[in-house]
């Protein structure tokens, strides 16, 4: 799975396309390599949460107010109200539209052969 996951990190590579995906764009302050938003993870009136491009070329998230961080499929998680790993994934497939991705998830199938 760990494959899958590499694939979906680097599609969502994009992170003011990532946050107008989850809708955390309304409010949101550009940056040079992408946005600062409200917080998905505390309350706020001002936007700390800086959602940019890594050196790696994936999304990054860190929030300046609760320490928040992550990478996109971190983000998706919370965003969604997902916890479990393999929804998260999925979740971000769709976002990221990789249907071959979304299909291999769905059916059970990883790259080690567990579920």
């Keep these: ?5 590499r694939e979906v990190r680097q599609a969502l590579h ?4 990532l946050c107008k995906a ?3 764009d309304k409010g949101a302050k550009r940056q040079a390599t992408g946005l600062l938003v409200l917080c ?26 609760c320490d928040f961080t992550g990478d996109a499929l971190t983000l ?5 109200g997902i916890s479990r ?4 994934l999925a979740e971000g ?9 979304l299909a291999e ?6 790259a080690n052969g567990s579920q």
Excluded: K
């Design 1 to 5: 799975m760990s494959d899958l996951a």
């Design 14 to 17: 994009d992170p003011r396309a």
């Design 22 to 24: 989850l809708e955390l």
């Design 40 to 65: 998905p993870v505390h309350a706020e009136r001002t936007p700390s949460c800086s959602i940019t491009r890594g050196d790696g070329g994936t999304v990054r998230v860190r929030c300046f107010g």
């Design 76 to 80: 998706i998680g919370v965003v969604r």
């Design 85 to 88: 790993f393999r929804e998260v």
């Design 93 to 101: 497939a769709r976002i990221a539209g990789l249907h071959h991705v």
């Design 105 to 110: 998830i769905e059916s059970g199938a990883t």
